[in-house]
Protein backbone atom coordinates (compact mmCIF):
# COMPACT_ATOMS: atom_id res chain seq x y z
CA UNK A 1 0.00 0.00 0.00
CA UNK A 2 1.05 3.27 -1.02
CA UNK A 3 0.75 6.56 1.70
CA UNK A 4 -0.08 9.45 0.81
CA UNK A 5 3.27 11.55 0.63
CA UNK A 6 3.03 14.19 3.70
CA UNK A 7 2.07 17.43 2.99
CA UNK A 8 5.04 19.85 3.31
CA UNK A 9 3.98 23.22 4.06
CA UNK A 10 5.04 25.87 1.37
CA UNK A 11 6.87 28.88 2.69
CA UNK A 12 6.03 31.75 0.86
CA UNK A 13 7.54 33.03 -1.93
CA UNK A 14 8.73 36.95 -1.43
CA UNK A 15 9.88 39.41 -4.11
CA UNK A 16 12.03 42.29 -3.33
CA UNK A 17 10.86 45.50 -4.17
CA UNK A 18 11.84 48.81 -4.03
CA UNK A 19 10.02 51.54 -2.49
CA UNK A 20 10.06 55.19 -4.69
CA UNK A 21 8.10 58.31 -4.72
CA UNK A 22 6.98 60.44 -7.62
CA UNK A 23 5.11 63.42 -6.97
CA UNK A 24 4.74 62.28 -3.22
CA UNK A 25 2.69 59.61 -4.92
CA UNK A 26 4.24 56.02 -3.57
CA UNK A 27 4.89 53.13 -5.79
CA UNK A 28 7.10 50.08 -5.60
CA UNK A 29 9.08 48.07 -8.21
CA UNK A 30 10.59 44.84 -8.22
CA UNK A 31 14.57 45.30 -7.73
CA UNK A 32 14.81 43.26 -10.56
CA UNK A 33 13.52 45.18 -12.60
CA UNK A 34 16.03 47.83 -11.99
CA UNK A 35 19.29 47.11 -13.63
CA UNK A 36 20.90 50.57 -12.25
CA UNK A 37 19.77 53.44 -10.27
CA UNK A 38 21.53 57.18 -11.01
CA UNK A 39 21.90 60.39 -9.79
CA UNK A 40 20.22 62.87 -12.30
CA UNK A 41 23.59 64.51 -12.02
CA UNK A 42 25.83 61.64 -12.71
CA UNK A 43 24.10 61.12 -15.85
CA UNK A 44 23.94 64.59 -17.04
CA UNK A 45 26.94 63.60 -19.20
CA UNK A 46 25.68 61.37 -20.92
CA UNK A 47 21.94 62.42 -21.60
CA UNK A 48 21.22 64.56 -24.89
CA UNK A 49 18.00 66.46 -25.25
CA UNK A 50 15.54 65.42 -27.84
CA UNK A 51 15.58 68.06 -30.41
CA UNK A 52 11.91 67.76 -31.36
CA UNK A 53 10.38 66.02 -28.64
CA UNK A 54 7.56 63.61 -29.71
CA UNK A 55 6.09 63.23 -26.62
CA UNK A 56 5.72 65.32 -23.12
CA UNK A 57 7.25 62.83 -21.22
CA UNK A 58 9.86 62.15 -23.29
CA UNK A 59 12.58 64.73 -23.38
CA UNK A 60 15.96 63.40 -23.17
CA UNK A 61 17.94 59.83 -24.06
CA UNK A 62 20.59 58.02 -22.83
CA UNK A 63 23.23 56.64 -24.91
CA UNK A 64 24.35 53.36 -23.44
CA UNK A 65 27.13 51.81 -25.98
CA UNK A 66 24.87 51.26 -28.91
CA UNK A 67 21.20 51.08 -26.89
CA UNK A 68 19.51 54.51 -26.77
CA UNK A 69 17.25 54.51 -23.65
CA UNK A 70 14.51 56.99 -23.09
CA UNK A 71 14.23 59.16 -20.05
CA UNK A 72 10.21 58.95 -19.01
CA UNK A 73 9.24 61.40 -16.57
CA UNK A 74 7.11 58.99 -14.13
CA UNK A 75 5.40 62.36 -13.19
CA UNK A 76 4.37 63.02 -16.55
CA UNK A 77 3.49 59.49 -17.04
CA UNK A 78 0.91 59.05 -14.64
CA UNK A 79 -0.40 62.70 -15.15
CA UNK A 80 0.49 63.63 -11.37
CA UNK A 81 1.95 67.22 -10.29
CA UNK A 82 5.38 68.06 -12.17
CA UNK A 83 8.47 67.86 -9.40
CA UNK A 84 12.05 67.63 -9.83
CA UNK A 85 13.38 63.94 -10.63
CA UNK A 86 16.75 63.22 -8.81
CA UNK A 87 16.71 59.79 -9.75
CA UNK A 88 16.77 57.72 -13.01
CA UNK A 89 16.27 54.00 -12.91
CA UNK A 90 17.61 51.75 -15.71
CA UNK A 91 15.09 49.55 -16.28
CA UNK A 92 16.38 45.95 -17.02
CA UNK A 93 15.57 44.34 -20.32
CA UNK A 94 13.63 47.61 -21.60
CA UNK A 95 14.37 50.62 -23.43
CA UNK A 96 13.18 53.20 -20.74
CA UNK A 97 15.52 55.27 -17.80
CA UNK A 98 12.30 56.70 -15.07
CA UNK A 99 13.33 59.62 -13.54
CA UNK A 100 11.55 59.97 -10.22
CA UNK A 101 11.91 61.75 -7.47
CA UNK A 102 13.55 59.19 -4.38
CA UNK A 103 13.69 56.18 -3.10
CA UNK A 104 11.78 55.47 -0.05
CA UNK A 105 12.81 51.80 1.24
CA UNK A 106 13.89 48.29 0.08
CA UNK A 107 10.76 45.94 1.02
CA UNK A 108 9.84 42.51 0.12
CA UNK A 109 6.14 41.24 -0.40
CA UNK A 110 4.84 37.86 -0.72
CA UNK A 111 1.40 38.53 -2.21
CA UNK A 112 0.60 40.83 -5.17
CA UNK A 113 -3.20 40.96 -6.26
CA UNK A 114 -3.77 41.68 -10.05
CA UNK A 115 -5.64 44.78 -10.81
CA UNK A 116 -9.04 44.59 -10.32
CA UNK A 117 -11.01 44.62 -12.97
CA UNK A 118 -12.86 47.47 -12.40
CA UNK A 119 -9.78 49.48 -13.60
CA UNK A 120 -9.59 48.87 -17.31
CA UNK A 121 -8.16 51.82 -18.98
CA UNK A 122 -4.07 52.63 -19.25
CA UNK A 123 -3.22 51.72 -15.98
CA UNK A 124 -3.71 47.98 -16.81
CA UNK A 125 -0.91 48.30 -18.75
CA UNK A 126 0.92 50.97 -16.10
CA UNK A 127 0.50 47.83 -12.82
CA UNK A 128 1.61 44.19 -12.71
CA UNK A 129 -0.96 44.46 -9.87
CA UNK A 130 -1.10 46.20 -6.08
CA UNK A 131 0.30 44.83 -2.78
CA UNK A 132 -0.59 45.43 0.66
CA UNK A 133 2.10 46.88 2.91
CA UNK A 134 2.55 47.58 6.37
CA UNK A 135 -1.77 47.85 6.18
CA UNK A 136 -1.55 50.04 2.76
CA UNK A 137 -1.94 49.21 -0.63
CA UNK A 138 1.14 50.36 -3.12
CA UNK A 139 0.52 49.60 -6.92
CA UNK A 140 3.57 47.54 -8.11
CA UNK A 141 5.03 49.22 -11.64
CA UNK A 142 4.80 47.37 -14.70
CA UNK A 143 8.69 48.02 -16.20
CA UNK A 144 7.15 47.76 -19.78
CA UNK A 145 4.32 49.58 -19.42
CA UNK A 146 6.12 53.04 -19.63
CA UNK A 147 6.44 52.86 -23.49
CA UNK A 148 4.16 51.14 -25.66
CA UNK A 149 6.03 49.44 -29.09
CA UNK A 150 3.98 52.56 -30.74
CA UNK A 151 5.86 55.26 -28.42
CA UNK A 152 8.96 53.69 -29.02
CA UNK A 153 8.12 53.53 -33.11
CA UNK A 154 7.04 56.95 -32.64
CA UNK A 155 10.50 57.70 -30.98
CA UNK A 156 12.73 56.28 -32.70
CA UNK A 157 11.59 57.63 -36.20
CA UNK A 158 11.97 61.26 -34.38
CA UNK A 159 15.26 60.48 -33.64
CA UNK A 160 16.29 59.40 -37.43
CA UNK A 161 18.39 62.24 -39.34
CA UNK A 162 15.74 64.44 -41.66
CA UNK A 163 16.79 62.40 -44.81
CA UNK A 164 16.30 58.96 -43.39
CA UNK A 165 13.32 60.16 -41.10
CA UNK A 166 11.69 60.82 -44.80
CA UNK A 167 12.65 58.15 -46.47
CA UNK A 168 11.68 55.97 -43.81
CA UNK A 169 8.09 57.63 -43.88
CA UNK A 170 7.92 56.89 -47.88
CA UNK A 171 8.79 53.20 -47.01
CA UNK A 172 5.70 53.32 -44.75
CA UNK A 173 3.47 55.04 -46.91
CA UNK A 174 0.74 53.07 -48.59
CA UNK A 175 0.31 53.05 -52.24
CA UNK A 176 -2.33 55.06 -53.76
CA UNK B 1 -50.13 37.31 2.38
CA UNK B 2 -50.47 33.81 1.17
CA UNK B 3 -47.75 31.46 0.73
CA UNK B 4 -47.73 31.83 -3.71
CA UNK B 5 -46.95 35.45 -2.92
CA UNK B 6 -44.50 35.05 -0.61
CA UNK B 7 -42.61 32.97 -3.39
CA UNK B 8 -42.91 36.24 -5.52
CA UNK B 9 -40.74 38.33 -2.95
CA UNK B 10 -37.23 38.91 -3.43
CA UNK B 11 -35.20 40.59 -0.91
CA UNK B 12 -33.24 43.71 -1.85
CA UNK B 13 -31.04 46.33 0.05
CA UNK B 14 -32.27 49.85 -0.16
CA UNK B 15 -29.30 52.36 -0.49
CA UNK B 16 -29.38 55.93 -0.20
CA UNK B 17 -27.43 58.23 -2.07
CA UNK B 18 -28.88 62.01 -1.38
CA UNK B 19 -31.94 62.35 -1.23
CA UNK B 20 -32.75 59.73 -3.89
CA UNK B 21 -33.15 55.59 -2.96
CA UNK B 22 -32.25 53.03 -4.93
CA UNK B 23 -32.24 49.34 -4.53
CA UNK B 24 -29.63 46.35 -5.15
CA UNK B 25 -30.87 42.51 -4.78
CA UNK B 26 -29.64 41.42 -1.15
CA UNK B 27 -27.54 38.53 -3.50
CA UNK B 28 -25.31 40.85 -4.90
CA UNK B 29 -24.16 42.15 -1.22
CA UNK B 30 -20.90 41.12 0.24
CA UNK B 31 -21.55 43.64 3.33
CA UNK B 32 -21.71 46.48 4.47
CA UNK B 33 -19.41 48.64 6.16
CA UNK B 34 -17.77 52.02 7.64
CA UNK B 35 -15.82 53.96 5.54
CA UNK B 36 -12.33 53.41 6.18
CA UNK B 37 -9.23 54.58 4.47
CA UNK B 38 -9.27 54.89 0.60
CA UNK B 39 -5.61 54.54 -0.93
CA UNK B 40 -5.63 56.16 -3.90
CA UNK B 41 -3.11 55.81 -6.50
CA UNK B 42 -2.67 57.40 -10.45
CA UNK B 43 -5.38 56.02 -13.11
CA UNK B 44 -7.16 57.01 -16.39
CA UNK B 45 -10.83 54.98 -14.81
CA UNK B 46 -13.46 57.44 -14.56
CA UNK B 47 -15.68 56.78 -11.12
CA UNK B 48 -12.93 54.84 -9.77
CA UNK B 49 -11.75 56.65 -6.40
CA UNK B 50 -9.29 54.20 -5.34
CA UNK B 51 -9.27 51.08 -3.38
CA UNK B 52 -9.77 49.74 0.69
CA UNK B 53 -8.25 46.87 2.33
CA UNK B 54 -11.18 44.89 3.58
CA UNK B 55 -10.66 41.31 5.20
CA UNK B 56 -6.99 41.03 2.88
CA UNK B 57 -8.94 41.92 0.12
CA UNK B 58 -8.02 44.76 -2.30
CA UNK B 59 -11.49 46.37 -3.22
CA UNK B 60 -11.94 49.14 -5.97
CA UNK B 61 -14.48 52.37 -4.34
CA UNK B 62 -16.78 53.45 -7.52
CA UNK B 63 -18.48 56.67 -6.94
CA UNK B 64 -21.64 56.31 -8.95
CA UNK B 65 -23.86 59.23 -7.41
CA UNK B 66 -22.61 61.51 -10.39
CA UNK B 67 -24.26 58.30 -12.65
CA UNK B 68 -27.22 58.01 -10.97
CA UNK B 69 -27.86 61.62 -8.92
CA UNK B 70 -26.01 63.82 -11.16
CA UNK B 71 -23.53 64.86 -8.26
CA UNK B 72 -20.49 63.44 -6.67
CA UNK B 73 -20.84 62.62 -2.75
CA UNK B 74 -19.56 65.32 -0.41
CA UNK B 75 -19.93 62.93 2.18
CA UNK B 76 -20.34 59.16 3.15
CA UNK B 77 -21.85 56.90 5.71
CA UNK B 78 -21.19 53.48 4.72
CA UNK B 79 -19.43 51.15 1.89
CA UNK B 80 -21.76 49.00 0.46
CA UNK B 81 -19.68 46.17 -0.87
CA UNK B 82 -21.60 44.48 -3.84
CA UNK B 83 -20.38 41.58 -6.23
CA UNK B 84 -19.73 42.72 -9.54
CA UNK B 85 -19.86 40.20 -12.74
CA UNK B 86 -16.83 39.76 -15.37
CA UNK B 87 -17.58 37.27 -17.55
CA UNK B 88 -16.80 33.75 -15.12
CA UNK B 89 -14.88 35.76 -12.73
CA UNK B 90 -16.25 37.93 -9.33
CA UNK B 91 -14.88 40.64 -8.12
CA UNK B 92 -16.02 42.89 -4.98
CA UNK B 93 -16.64 46.49 -5.64
CA UNK B 94 -17.13 49.03 -2.59
CA UNK B 95 -19.99 51.79 -3.63
CA UNK B 96 -20.15 54.60 -1.03
CA UNK B 97 -23.76 55.45 -0.06
CA UNK B 98 -24.75 58.31 2.45
CA UNK B 99 -27.87 57.27 4.63
CA UNK B 100 -28.80 53.72 6.44
CA UNK B 101 -29.41 50.85 4.38
CA UNK B 102 -32.79 48.29 4.75
CA UNK B 103 -33.43 44.52 3.87
CA UNK B 104 -37.05 44.74 2.18
CA UNK B 105 -38.82 41.98 0.36
CA UNK B 106 -40.62 43.23 -2.41
CA UNK B 107 -41.88 41.86 -6.12
CA UNK B 108 -39.63 43.07 -8.78
CA UNK B 109 -40.86 45.00 -12.35
CA UNK B 110 -38.44 43.66 -15.08
CA UNK B 111 -36.69 46.86 -16.81
CA UNK B 112 -38.03 47.93 -20.20
CA UNK B 113 -35.99 48.66 -22.89
CA UNK B 114 -36.27 52.34 -22.41
CA UNK B 115 -34.39 52.34 -18.79
CA UNK B 116 -30.90 53.06 -18.42
CA UNK B 117 -28.55 50.26 -18.63
CA UNK B 118 -28.00 50.28 -14.82
CA UNK B 119 -31.56 49.59 -14.19
CA UNK B 120 -32.71 45.87 -13.61
CA UNK B 121 -36.26 46.51 -12.89
CA UNK B 122 -38.20 48.09 -10.85
CA UNK B 123 -39.66 47.71 -7.19
CA UNK B 124 -42.31 49.55 -5.04
CA UNK B 125 -41.92 50.59 -1.50
CA UNK B 126 -43.78 52.34 0.94
CA UNK B 127 -45.50 54.31 -2.48
CA UNK B 128 -42.16 54.90 -3.56
CA UNK B 129 -40.93 53.57 -6.62
CA UNK B 130 -37.55 52.58 -7.12
CA UNK B 131 -34.98 51.65 -9.23
CA UNK B 132 -33.39 48.57 -8.82
CA UNK B 133 -29.28 48.62 -10.00
CA UNK B 134 -27.59 46.07 -12.34
CA UNK B 135 -23.84 46.23 -10.92
CA UNK B 136 -22.80 44.91 -14.02
CA UNK B 137 -23.49 47.63 -16.19
CA UNK B 138 -23.05 50.65 -13.21
CA UNK B 139 -19.88 49.97 -12.32
CA UNK B 140 -16.64 50.35 -14.99
CA UNK B 141 -15.07 47.65 -16.23
CA UNK B 142 -12.85 46.16 -19.14
CA UNK B 143 -14.94 44.40 -22.32
CA UNK B 144 -16.06 40.64 -22.34
CA UNK B 145 -12.80 40.14 -25.02
CA UNK B 146 -10.36 41.49 -23.00
CA UNK B 147 -11.49 39.35 -19.95
CA UNK B 148 -10.73 36.21 -21.47
CA UNK B 149 -6.31 37.15 -21.26
CA UNK B 150 -6.51 38.73 -17.66
CA UNK B 151 -4.46 37.16 -14.69
CA UNK B 152 -5.81 35.22 -11.67
CA UNK B 153 -7.16 37.62 -8.93
CA UNK B 154 -4.61 37.07 -6.58
CA UNK B 155 -0.67 35.98 -8.02
CA UNK B 156 2.21 34.87 -5.84
CA UNK B 157 4.61 36.82 -5.89
CA UNK B 158 7.52 35.47 -8.14
CA UNK B 159 10.92 35.09 -6.11
Known amino acids: ??????????????????????????????????????S???????????????????????????????VVNAAMHFGLPLSPGALVFVLRRTRTALLIDGIDKMSAMTMLQALP??????????????????????????PEGFLTAEELALLDASMLPPASASAAAAETELPQ | MTRANELDLQSFV?????????????????????????????????????????????VPVCDVAEQLIGKSLTSRRFYLIAVRHYAQQTEWVALPV?????????????ASTSDAPYVAGWISHNGEVIEVLNTDALTPGPSGESLLGSHRATLEARP
Open chain 1, 117 to 142: HAFCHEERQWYRGLTALDQSVVPVVN
Open chain 2, 98 to 110: TGECELIHSEMTD
Open chain 2, 14 to 58: LLRLGERRFALSAGQIAELVAPSRIFRFPHRTPKIEGVILRRGRI
Open chain 1, 1 to 38: MRLAAPLKSRALRSEQIILFRVSGQLFAISSASVQEVR
Open chain 1, 40 to 70: VDSLAGAAAEIPSPVMKKVKHIVRRGDKSLF
